[in-house]
Protein backbone atom coordinates (compact mmCIF):
# COMPACT_ATOMS: atom_id res chain seq x y z
CA UNK A 1 0.00 0.00 0.00
CA UNK A 2 1.33 3.31 -1.19
CA UNK A 3 1.28 6.20 1.65
CA UNK A 4 3.20 7.86 4.77
CA UNK A 5 3.95 6.80 7.68
CA UNK A 6 5.10 8.39 11.24
CA UNK A 7 6.75 6.66 13.96
CA UNK A 8 6.42 6.04 17.02
CA UNK A 9 2.86 7.05 17.50
CA UNK A 10 3.40 7.77 21.16
CA UNK A 11 6.57 9.40 22.28
CA UNK A 12 7.45 10.56 25.77
CA UNK A 13 10.88 12.65 26.67
CA UNK A 14 12.55 14.34 29.59
CA UNK A 15 13.24 17.53 29.57
CA UNK A 16 16.71 18.57 28.01
CA UNK A 17 16.37 15.64 25.49
CA UNK A 18 16.46 15.55 21.79
CA UNK A 19 14.38 13.32 20.40
CA UNK A 20 13.80 11.91 16.67
CA UNK A 21 10.55 11.51 14.40
CA UNK A 22 10.35 9.79 11.68
CA UNK A 23 8.34 10.16 8.65
CA UNK A 24 8.18 7.94 5.52
CA UNK A 25 6.58 8.02 1.98
CA UNK A 26 6.53 5.69 -1.08
CA UNK A 27 4.30 7.54 -3.03
CA UNK A 28 7.26 9.04 -4.79
CA UNK A 29 6.64 12.53 -3.78
CA UNK A 30 9.14 15.37 -4.49
CA UNK A 31 7.66 17.80 -1.30
CA UNK A 32 7.64 17.17 2.25
CA UNK A 33 6.40 18.44 5.21
CA UNK A 34 6.37 18.80 9.04
CA UNK A 35 3.15 20.98 11.04
CA UNK A 36 2.86 20.98 14.42
CA UNK A 37 -0.61 20.91 15.94
CA UNK A 38 -1.83 21.77 19.90
CA UNK A 39 -5.34 21.07 21.07
CA UNK A 40 -7.88 23.50 19.50
CA UNK A 41 -5.86 24.46 16.78
CA UNK A 42 -5.04 24.13 13.53
CA UNK A 43 -1.48 22.71 12.18
CA UNK A 44 1.40 25.42 12.26
CA UNK A 45 3.92 24.38 9.42
CA UNK A 46 7.35 23.41 11.23
CA UNK A 47 9.75 22.84 8.28
CA UNK A 48 9.25 21.82 4.54
CA UNK A 49 11.56 20.44 1.56
CA UNK A 50 10.63 20.65 -2.12
CA UNK A 51 13.51 18.37 -2.91
CA UNK A 52 16.15 16.21 -1.64
CA UNK A 53 19.12 18.26 0.38
CA UNK A 54 17.19 21.10 0.41
CA UNK A 55 14.79 22.63 3.29
CA UNK A 56 13.13 25.76 3.96
CA UNK A 57 11.94 26.97 7.48
CA UNK A 58 8.51 27.37 8.20
CA UNK A 59 6.41 29.64 10.76
CA UNK A 60 7.72 27.77 14.04
CA UNK A 61 10.82 26.56 13.15
CA UNK A 62 13.08 27.26 15.97
CA UNK A 63 13.97 24.63 18.70
CA UNK A 64 13.20 21.83 15.28
CA UNK A 65 15.91 20.49 12.74
CA UNK A 66 15.22 18.11 9.48
CA UNK A 67 17.19 16.47 6.73
CA UNK A 68 16.26 15.41 3.29
CA UNK A 69 19.17 12.88 2.34
CA UNK A 70 16.68 10.90 0.60
CA UNK A 71 13.55 10.96 -1.45
CA UNK A 72 11.28 8.81 0.79
CA UNK A 73 12.12 10.24 4.25
CA UNK A 74 12.07 13.66 6.23
CA UNK A 75 12.73 12.76 10.32
CA UNK A 76 12.38 15.90 12.65
CA UNK A 77 14.14 16.54 15.47
CA UNK A 78 12.99 18.41 18.15
CA UNK A 79 15.59 19.17 20.34
CA UNK A 80 16.14 20.70 23.69
CA UNK A 81 15.80 24.69 22.68
CA UNK A 82 12.35 23.65 21.92
CA UNK A 83 10.67 25.65 25.09
CA UNK A 84 7.19 23.82 24.85
CA UNK A 85 7.40 20.71 22.62
CA UNK A 86 4.49 18.52 23.70
CA UNK A 87 1.80 18.49 21.31
CA UNK A 88 1.24 16.39 18.03
CA UNK A 89 3.29 15.83 15.13
CA UNK A 90 2.14 15.65 11.18
CA UNK A 91 4.15 14.94 8.54
CA UNK A 92 2.63 15.48 4.76
CA UNK A 93 3.51 15.03 1.42
CA UNK A 94 2.49 16.22 -2.18
CA UNK A 95 3.48 14.88 -5.41
CA UNK A 96 5.20 17.97 -6.70
CA UNK A 97 7.31 20.58 -5.75
CA UNK A 98 4.45 23.82 -4.56
CA UNK A 99 1.50 23.51 -3.04
CA UNK A 100 -0.84 23.20 -6.03
CA UNK A 101 -1.96 19.43 -5.16
CA UNK A 102 -3.30 18.15 -2.46
CA UNK A 103 -1.14 16.81 0.20
CA UNK A 104 -1.16 13.35 2.04
CA UNK A 105 -1.02 13.07 5.83
CA UNK A 106 0.83 10.67 8.04
CA UNK A 107 -1.18 9.37 11.47
CA UNK A 108 0.55 11.45 13.42
CA UNK A 109 3.07 11.62 15.99
CA UNK A 110 1.49 12.52 19.79
CA UNK A 111 4.80 13.87 21.76
CA UNK A 112 5.13 14.16 25.48
CA UNK A 113 7.81 16.43 27.39
CA UNK A 114 7.28 14.67 31.35
CA UNK B 1 -0.18 35.60 6.62
CA UNK B 2 -3.39 34.28 4.47
CA UNK B 3 -5.05 32.18 7.22
CA UNK B 4 -8.01 30.41 6.29
CA UNK B 5 -10.70 31.28 9.11
CA UNK B 6 -13.40 28.74 9.09
CA UNK B 7 -16.67 29.69 10.64
CA UNK B 8 -18.51 28.70 13.03
CA UNK B 9 -15.81 27.34 15.57
CA UNK B 10 -17.70 24.59 16.51
CA UNK B 11 -21.37 22.91 15.35
CA UNK B 12 -23.68 20.32 16.56
CA UNK B 13 -26.51 18.52 14.19
CA UNK B 14 -28.92 15.64 14.22
CA UNK B 15 -28.04 13.09 11.72
CA UNK B 16 -29.89 13.55 8.56
CA UNK B 17 -29.25 17.38 9.12
CA UNK B 18 -27.05 19.45 6.40
CA UNK B 19 -24.03 20.75 7.81
CA UNK B 20 -22.38 24.25 6.37
CA UNK B 21 -19.05 25.28 7.49
CA UNK B 22 -17.69 28.72 6.00
CA UNK B 23 -14.27 30.12 5.29
CA UNK B 24 -12.56 33.50 4.38
CA UNK B 25 -9.51 34.27 3.73
CA UNK B 26 -7.18 37.16 3.26
CA UNK B 27 -5.46 37.54 -0.15
CA UNK B 28 -5.62 36.15 -3.84
CA UNK B 29 -5.47 32.13 -3.68
CA UNK B 30 -4.61 29.71 -6.87
CA UNK B 31 -7.20 26.78 -4.96
CA UNK B 32 -8.81 26.24 -2.00
CA UNK B 33 -8.94 22.57 -0.23
CA UNK B 34 -11.14 20.97 2.67
CA UNK B 35 -9.56 19.07 4.66
CA UNK B 36 -11.05 16.63 7.34
CA UNK B 37 -9.34 15.38 10.71
CA UNK B 38 -10.79 12.49 13.09
CA UNK B 39 -9.80 13.39 16.59
CA UNK B 40 -6.26 12.17 17.27
CA UNK B 41 -5.54 11.67 13.83
CA UNK B 42 -4.03 12.47 10.79
CA UNK B 43 -6.23 14.86 7.98
CA UNK B 44 -7.82 13.67 4.51
CA UNK B 45 -7.93 15.43 1.33
CA UNK B 46 -11.66 15.95 0.71
CA UNK B 47 -12.29 18.39 -1.94
CA UNK B 48 -10.10 21.07 -4.20
CA UNK B 49 -11.13 24.14 -6.06
CA UNK B 50 -9.71 26.32 -7.91
CA UNK B 51 -9.67 30.14 -8.03
CA UNK B 52 -11.36 29.92 -11.84
CA UNK B 53 -14.13 27.58 -10.37
CA UNK B 54 -17.79 28.55 -8.70
CA UNK B 55 -18.46 25.49 -6.91
CA UNK B 56 -18.05 21.44 -6.72
CA UNK B 57 -19.12 18.61 -6.03
CA UNK B 58 -18.05 14.95 -4.67
CA UNK B 59 -20.84 12.69 -3.23
CA UNK B 60 -22.75 14.44 -0.28
CA UNK B 61 -19.60 17.05 -0.57
CA UNK B 62 -20.64 20.63 -1.65
CA UNK B 63 -18.01 23.35 -2.14
CA UNK B 64 -18.56 26.60 -3.10
CA UNK B 65 -15.96 29.47 -4.31
CA UNK B 66 -16.33 33.29 -3.65
CA UNK B 67 -13.17 34.99 -4.87
CA UNK B 68 -14.81 38.39 -4.99
CA UNK B 69 -16.15 37.61 -1.18
CA UNK B 70 -12.78 35.89 -0.47
CA UNK B 71 -14.86 33.02 0.95
CA UNK B 72 -15.71 29.48 0.60
CA UNK B 73 -18.33 27.04 2.12
CA UNK B 74 -18.48 23.47 2.45
CA UNK B 75 -22.00 22.09 2.52
CA UNK B 76 -22.37 18.33 3.77
CA UNK B 77 -25.57 16.92 2.92
CA UNK B 78 -27.44 13.89 4.75
CA UNK B 79 -24.74 14.11 7.45
CA UNK B 80 -23.64 10.78 9.37
CA UNK B 81 -22.49 10.10 13.04
CA UNK B 82 -19.67 9.24 10.88
CA UNK B 83 -18.77 12.69 9.40
CA UNK B 84 -18.23 13.96 12.94
CA UNK B 85 -14.54 15.53 12.63
CA UNK B 86 -12.31 18.52 12.35
CA UNK B 87 -13.03 20.43 9.18
CA UNK B 88 -10.62 22.55 7.78
CA UNK B 89 -10.24 24.94 5.10
CA UNK B 90 -6.73 25.43 3.08
CA UNK B 91 -5.15 28.31 1.00
CA UNK B 92 -2.74 27.69 -1.43
CA UNK B 93 -1.05 30.80 -3.60
CA UNK B 94 0.18 30.38 -6.48
CA UNK B 95 3.96 29.52 -6.65
CA UNK B 96 5.55 27.14 -4.51
CA UNK B 97 4.13 28.04 -0.91
CA UNK B 98 3.02 25.47 1.49
CA UNK B 99 -0.16 25.62 2.27
CA UNK B 100 -2.00 27.62 5.37
CA UNK B 101 -4.42 26.29 7.53
CA UNK B 102 -6.98 27.51 9.46
CA UNK B 103 -7.90 26.60 13.17
CA UNK B 104 -10.59 24.57 11.60
CA UNK B 105 -14.97 23.51 12.20
CA UNK B 106 -15.71 20.71 14.78
CA UNK B 107 -18.10 18.98 13.93
CA UNK B 108 -20.18 16.99 16.28
CA UNK B 109 -23.21 15.01 14.47
CA UNK B 110 -25.54 13.38 17.04
CA UNK B 111 -27.30 9.94 16.05
Known amino acids: DGGITQSPKYLFRKEGQNVTLSCEQNLNHDAMYWYRQDPGQGLRLIYYSQIVNDFQKGDIAEGYSVSREKKESFPLTVTSAQKNPTAFYLC?????????????FGPGTRLTVL | SQQGEEDPQALSIQEGENATMNCSYKTSINNLQWYRQNSGRGLVHLILIRSNEREKHSGRLRVTLDTSKKSSSLLITASRAADTASYFCVTARSGNTPLVFGKGTRLSVIA
Open chain 1, 92 to 104: ASSSRQGAINEQF
